[in-house]
């Protein structure tokens, strides 16, 4: 090799080198603000070898709730958790990695691990058979909570759940997929931050498709906790879990042998899961389902609070299979925000 390829060579891995000390340096820093920005909200357990970060209102029978893919608990800050507490004791937590929970070094992130660590959390708090409620891949793990601990839950609400295996990732989480423990360390001290903050608008806007993505996400609803070193990682390998993990296939073929009632939201706009394919399958699958479908996209809870309360509280009393246990209902949502507001003014403090 030629001195001047060498001079070259050398160059360049000085700058690279450079370039990461530098990037690294921003990370933190700016991980420093987002923390500042959006604060820890509650308590920590620890399940495990999992500390689990959860806030709880009220008194009364309990539901829990069990958030999304790049999410955190305040992903439900605009339901009226306020209202529900009145009656219910209402506990929120942020799933291991995710918010301020953190995984044990030897915890997995595939769905059943995941399910097993909000079973034992149930259990740890000593929770009599909650009301348990998911969003996105929140959704997948209660069914598995369903499937392996029936006896842990008296009853599931899915809000958009993942429920089959996906033929792709969805647009907005392929810069998630990074299979390598390695890389996925580099790039989440490094690179995801920087990007993340770049970017974040556009990929809001693709997760919350065809609805306008509040302009207090960010804080309000958690949003930044995904973009620290921790979040990024985290998400990196409940993702790729998904992925390489037969777990969606194994669970496919025991809908089937659900003994608790399961009621589904979803909306009929969805980009990131189809309606179709995640809630009229597992319909189809048992007669313990029943799937509600309003006009909307993946985020109901923050775009359609009332829609997503309202059918929360029929869902919480049984009265959804009551009603009509096995047809598909295919509403058109109220008025949600701008005109409704939220019932009882609660704002908690409190995606895939």
């Known amino acids: 090799m030629s001195p ?19 990037l690294a340096i921003f990370t933190k820093r700016a991980t ?17 070898g999992d500390r689990i970060h959860y806030v709880e209102y009220g008194e009364g029978p309990p539901v829990v709730f069990v958030h999304g893919l790049s999410g955190q608990m305040r992903n439900f800050a605009w339901l009226p958790i306020a209202a529900l507490a009145r009656e219910h004791r209402v506990i929120l937590i942020d799933r291991p990695g995710a918010g301020y929970s953190t995984r044990g070094a030897q915890s997995q992130a595939n769905i059943y691990a995941q399910a097993r660590t ?5 259990e740890t708090m000593r929770l009599e058979a909650p009301v348990l409620v998911g969003h996105s891949l929140g959704g997948a793990i209660a069914l598995a909570v369903a499937l392996e601990y029936p ?12 429920t089959h295996v996906q033929t792709e990732v969805p647009k907005a989480f392929r810069a998630l997929v990074l299979r390598s423990k390695a890389v996925r360390r580099f790039v989440s001290r490094t690179f995801a931050t920087p990007v993340g903050l770049a970017t974040s608008a556009a990929v ?3 997760v919350f498709a065809p609805e306008p993505v509040p302009d207090d996400f960010p804080t309000r609803g ?8 921790s979040g990024f990682y985290s998400a990196s390998a409940d993702l790729v879990a998904i992925e390489d993990a037969d777990d969606l296939a194994q669970m496919e073929q025991r809908y089937g042998q659900l003994t608790i009632p399961i009621d589904v939201l979803f909306g009929r706009e969805d980009v990131v899961l189809d309606w179709r394919r995640h809630g009229d399958a597992l319909r189809r699958k048992s007669e313990l389902v029943t799937l509600k479908v309003v006009s909307g996209g993946h985020m ?29 209902r295919v509403e058109q949502p109220a008025q949600d925000i701008a005109r409704r507001g939220m019932p009882g003014g609660a704002r908690a403090t409190a995606r895939y």
């Open 300 to 328: 109901l809870p923050v775009t359609a609070p009332c829609t997503t309360f309202d059918w929360l509280l029929s869902a919480i009393a049984g009265t959804a299979h009551a009603s009509s246990p096995r047809e598909i």
């Open 222 to 229: 958690g949003g930044l906790l995904s973009l620290r070193p």
């Open 204 to 206: 809001l806007k693709q």
């Open 118 to 122: 909000v079973a034992r959390f149930i």
């Open 32 to 48: 420093r603000v987002i923390e500042a920005s959006v604060p820890m909200d509650g308590k920590l357990v620890d399940v495990d």
């Open 151 to 162: 006896r842990a839950v008296e009853r599931i609400a899915l809000i958009a759940p993942l």
């Open 4 to 22: 001047l390829v060498l001079a070259v060579v050398g160059a360049v891995v000085v700058v690279a080198a450079t370039t990461s000390v530098v």
